[in-house]
């Protein structure tokens, strides 16, 4: 699939992709989703998301990550 533009994390169905372009996050939380690889300019992949806004399993790189909705949601995705 092709990356997206100016889109939330949270807003992605399985298969597709995009690069982090920002973190709308408080400073705690910034810094957590950053040490988990959460960085501007890596591209990220959603792999599967659960049912009634579960958790979402996304892929950087060779890292898998289980991340809530409401995380996924402060992350915006650019091509």
């Keep these: 699939m092709t990356p997206l533009n100016d889109v939330k994390l949270s807003s992605l169905i399985p298969g597709q992709h995009g690069t982090i372009h920002a973190i709308h996050a408080e400073h705690a939380l910034h810094q957590r989703l950053n040490a988990m690889g ?3 300019g890596k591209k ?3 792999i599967r998301r659960a049912n ?4 979402l399993h996304v892929r950087i790189g060779a890292t898998d990550i289980i991340l809530r909705d409401i995380e996924a ?5 650019a091509a």
């Design 52 to 55: 009634f806004n579960g958790p």
């Design 73 to 77: 949601q402060r992350i915006q995705l």
């Design 44 to 46: 990220i992949q959603l």
């Design 38 to 40: 959460f960085r501007i």
